[in-house]
């Protein structure tokens, strides 16, 4: 059950779980200016002129929902979007693809036999849907911006990735309190969630924070390995030269649609 319904005219909630990927965001805010609640720092301003505020979460799905909270309690954000890197599960998503949530799952969630394995207790929800609307306009801006990756990434940058022609994809995202880096991890998430596209550690936990509190969220994520036993392998470097620029080109590409929100 929804418990309250976000005000239409807050502002956007922009959350990443590690420094290197939302550093880029922050000198592009105008007006920008830092609250500091807990132990993280919330930076509001305006960015392309829609009023947002920008948080480093931390990593893993505790420290995501707790972020999740604020925003919503201490800035009435209109919407959340999550973006970030994510290991790739399913075999049609490469490095350096898109992965843009339709639903978002805790893996690593398992109450039975008093709940069905990966339901939320006492909630009836297994599979978080992403909101329609903001999924789909953020589909539509990955795909705007990844038309031409040459002239965001650079031709060196994509051959030392193996980055040939990035596709965007939308679907399933899995979320747990661990680093998916073997392949026999890998191997059994697929198995067991066959339709899963990418594996991460924050976007389902703030799937049910946004759901609980009838704010709509969606997470798009950069895929930057295959979850299997290179995952660590340059992992920052991509932050730094692939992710970071993919999120910076999707979102403003995003917030300046007219239908964003």
Not at 28 to 46: K, P, Q
Not at 105 to 121: C, G, K, N, T, Y
Not at 176 to 192: P, Q
Not at 222 to 241: E, H, K, L, P, Y
Request: net charge negative; proline share 5%; aromatic share 6%.
């Amino acid at each position: 059950m929804n418990l309250q319904r976000s005000p239409s005219n807050g502002p956007v909630g922009i959350v990443a779980a590690l420094r290197q990927e939302i550093s880029d965001l922050l000198p592009l805010l105008s007006n920008a200016r830092c609250v500091h609640i807990g132990s993280r720092d919330f930076w509001t301003g305006e960015l392309d002129g829609r009023p947002v505020v920008v948080v480093l979460s931390r990593v893993g799905k505790v420290a995501a929902a707790s972020t999740a909270v604020a925003l919503i309690t201490h800035f009435g954000v209109r919407a959340a979007v999550f973006a970030g890197v994510a290991g790739g599960l399913a075999s049609e998503v490469s490095v350096g693809d898109v992965v843009v949530s339709a639903e978002l799952l805790q893996h690593d969630v398992d109450a039975s036999p008093l709940f069905p394995r990966w339901e939320i207790p006492l909630t009836g929800v297994a599979r978080f849907p992403a909101d329609a609307r903001l999924a789909q306009t953020l589909r539509e801006s990955a795909d705007a911006v990844l038309a031409d990756p040459h002239v965001l990434l650079g031709a060196e940058v994509m051959a030392a990735f193996g980055i040939r022609t990035p596709r965007v994809h939308s679907g399933l995202i899995i979320s747990g309190d661990r680093f998916v880096c073997t392949s026999a991890e890998s191997a059994a998430l697929r198995e067991a969630l066959p339709d899963a596209l990418a594996v991460e550690m924050e976007g389902a936990a703030v799937a049910q924070v946004c759901h609980e509190w009838g704010v709509p969220f969606a997470a798009i994520r950069t895929i930057s390995d295959r979850a299997d036993d290179a995952a660590s392998v340059d992992f920052m470097q991509f932050i730094a030269q692939v992710d970071s620029r993919y999120s910076v080109a999707i979102l403003r590409q995003w917030l300046s649609r007219p239908d964003a929100l």
